[in-house]
């Protein structure tokens, strides 16, 4: 794929089952290259506020993984899909199981947030055989052997997280962000997302290093108040902006 | 130098355990493990925290045979007081070894899940005590339900912290402080309150909490020049249940865990009618251990039920997931009227006010006294005081 890539994450569900399909068809056409498609949970740790309210409205409304499946393969774009979710729903459902699924419905690649390496061994064979990517994640306080480790054991791409704490908007784009996507050893894409919500930290963390950027609060907050047009400006912008981002990476010297 | 990756089976307790953390945490959560594998075995440390246990917890807590109860059931009946713990339950032991371990982690501020405020109380007494700032997650619901605990949280300086995210319970609770501590680790320790979550908790809480059972397994030798034909204890997480059952898993003693019944084994929608994880749940990943969870088909974790809000949990330890699997320990359920029974009972006949929560175990050895044997340790994990609003609105209804 060419990169810059603009990775966009919405809650499966939410506001409705029935809405997903459309919503995925139209971010695709707004600009996003990889669509990383939620499934919620009663008990989302890694999220923040944002993102657990649009998991609990998604479960209110009747979303479950067999509609969740539905609503994926309905989502027919020529970007590939992207299951982001628990492990204990993959774990209720059966690896194997949930794999084929996967596959079936188009997604290409899991990531599984609350599952480590250390404990991914049998999902990371299922996945194999399926042919799906089980993508890892990294953080700014994972140590550099550790790292080393998990970058060698995803595959498709590594989930930079940019800062400390859960999902969820935030003003600024640290020094820390950059730093750790600096130390990330090369070999894979390297996607950044925790935080980043306007254009600006879009091209920021381009800029910074990352081959992706993902926007997933700012995108639910949206959908939240209804504001699906602003939804579609905002993930425009965003591509644009990255874009520009790329070619300032390795400005021509004079 | 501590290691960054590490052997999962290391973890586990068979196939339960582990760690089921998001990355930021992985980091935090095998710097207490590495800190904790340090101190286990240090003099120093031992010596510091068997001087608050003696001076400041109050303990040995006796082991008291009691005659009416005893009388009543046709056999030798003793109770294990942890209802004398200062603060008026168990969680204080585990409570002290964890701030112990924070101190010398060099953390300044602790954090903390309460469901019934038992744990929360604990961790706001040592924060007091050895220089904490303490901040407590507890659900709205269960602030509204345990109005007495928050004040004495407040009293001695923590900061409640009211969660209003899904069921605004324990189990709510228990992800908001994991959030805080996401963001929060370079000087914040999360003072895990039962034998669950991702290792080395369930570890290291039934290693603090073990000297329950050690101290019983010396009283019950000298008062009876025996050991006991069973031990019944109840169970939400498992804190108290693995602190007494621990030092006897080798002997040839009946475990008894009591879970809540609470209004039966059924469940609506989103609702289990119990907290009996051993008994209804089955296998999933929660907190960060795979263990026995209460979940619907997809995998959403259910709210719990149960009239003891330090019972009222949708999931077990994990080593009591095991140790039931192995035959070990036998899973057993107390409803709400059980427990209420064991509660009235245990004070009209010993004048001794349990928690409602170990009442359930009371109850349940009301109730099938043939189980016991001739001789039986029922551990009285806590005092009923706080339970005392909780009863009355019930028998009102």
Redesign the interface.
């Known amino acids: 794929m060419k990169k810059p890539l603009l990775i966009v994450y919405i809650c499966a569900g939410d506001p409705t089952p029935e809405a997903t399909p459309d919503l995925v068809r139209r971010l695709a056409r707004a600009g996003a290259d990889i669509i990383e498609l939620g499934l919620p949970?009663?008990?989302?740790?890694?999220d923040?506020?944002t993102i657990?309210a649009a998991a609990?409205r998604a479960?209110a409304a009747g979303m479950?993984?067999?509609i969740y499946f539905k609503a994926a393969a309905e989502a027919d774009v020529d970007i590939p899909k992207v299951f982001m979710g628990?492990?204990?729903?993959?774990?209720?459902?059966g690896l194997e199981r949930f794999v084929r699924d996967c596959a079936s419905s188009g997604i290409t690649g899991m990531i599984v947030?609350?599952?480590?390496?250390?404990?991914a061994?049998p999902l990371q064979e299922a996945s194999r055989s399926a042919g799906v990517d089980l993508i890892?994640?990294?953080?700014?306080?994972?140590?550099?052997?550790?790292l080393e480790?998990?970058r060698a054991q995803t595959s498709g791409f590594l989930y930079l997280?940019a800062r400390?704490?859960?999902t969820g908007a935030r003003s600024d784009i640290l020094q820390g962000t950059r730093d750790f996507i600096a130390r990330v050893p090369q070999g894979v894409p390297r996607a950044v997302g925790f935080g980043i919500s306007t254009p600006k930290q879009a091209a920021e963390v381009i800029r910074a290093g990352a081959d992706a950027a993902i926007v997933g609060s700012a995108c639910v907050d949206l959908i939240a108040r209804g504001e699906i047009e602003q939804l579609m400006q905002l993930v425009r912008e965003m591509k644009e902006a990255i874009t520009e981002a790329e070619k300032d990476k390795n400005p021509i010297v004079c | 130098m501590i290691s960054?990756?590490?052997?999962?089976d290391d973890?586990k307790f068979g196939r339960y355990g582990?760690?089921?953390?998001?990355?930021?945490l992985?980091?935090?959560v095998m710097e207490v493990a590495e800190a904790y594998e340090r101190l286990r075995t240090s003099q120093d440390f031992r010596a510091d925290l068997d001087g608050l246990l003696k001076s400041f917890a109050g303990r040995p807590t006796p082991l008291y045979h009691a005659r009416n109860l005893s009388r009543k059931l046709g056999r030798q009946i003793y109770l294990k007081r942890e209802d004398l713990v200062h603060g008026g339950a168990h969680k204080l032991n585990n409570t002290l070894g964890q701030a112990l371990v924070a101190k010398r982690m060099g953390k300044t501020r602790l954090i903390a899940e309460t469901g019934a405020g038992q744990h929360g109380v604990a961790t706001a007494i040592v924060g007091a005590n050895l220089g904490f700032d303490v901040q407590v997650y507890m659900g709205e619901v269960d602030i509204k339900r345990q109005k007495m605990n928050v004040y004495r949280m407040e009293l001695m300086g923590a900061e409640v912290i009211p969660v209003r995210?899904?069921s605004r319970t324990l189990?709510?609770a228990i992800?908001e402080a994991?959030?805080d501590w996401?963001?929060?680790?370079d000087h914040t320790y999360y003072l895990f309150g039962t034998a669950a979550g991702p290792h080395p908790y369930p570890a290291m809480v039934r290693d603090f909490q073990s000297v329950i059972g050690r101290e019983a397994k010396e009283q019950i030798r000298e008062a009876d020049g025996q050991l006991p034909e069973s031990i019944a204890a109840c169970v939400g997480g498992g804190s108290n249940a693995m602190g007494i059952f621990a030092p006897f898993l080798k002997d040839d003693v009946r475990l008894i865990a009591v879970e809540a019944g609470g209004r039966g084994r059924g469940r609506t929608e989103r609702t289990a009618d119990n907290g009996a994880s051993l008994g209804c749940g089955t296998?999933?990943?929660?907190?960060?251990a795979?263990t026995r969870?209460l979940?619907d088909?997809?995998?959403?974790?259910l709210e719990s039920y149960s009239l003891a809000a330090g019972l009222d949990y949708p999931g077990v330890g994990p080593e009591l997931a095991y140790l039931t699997e192995k035959g070990r320990v036998i899973p057993r359920m107390a409803d709400d009227k059980t427990a209420l029974r064991g509660f009235r009972e245990l004070s009209s006949l010993e004048g001794i006010i349990p928690a409602l929560e170990s009442a359930h175990a009371v109850g349940y050895a009301l109730q099938n006294p043939e189980e016991l044997g001739e001789m039986a340790i029922i551990n009285i994990s806590g005092r009923g005081d706080k339970d005392l609003q909780t009863v009355m609105e019930y028998e009102n209804l």
């Open positions: 949970h009663s008990d989302p740790v890694a923040g506020p657990q609990q479960i479950n993984t067999d628990y492990y204990n729903m993959i774990y209720a459902r947030p609350d599952l480590p390496p250390e404990e061994g890892f994640l990294a953080a700014p306080n994972t140590p550099q052997e550790r480790m998990i997280v400390a704490g859960v | 960054q990756t590490y052997d999962a973890t582990g760690r089921f953390v998001p990355e930021i992985m980091p935090p995210s899904g189990k709510d992800n994991f959030r996401a963001a929060t680790f296998d999933g990943v929660l907190h960060g795979l969870i979940q088909p997809f995998g959403q974790i």
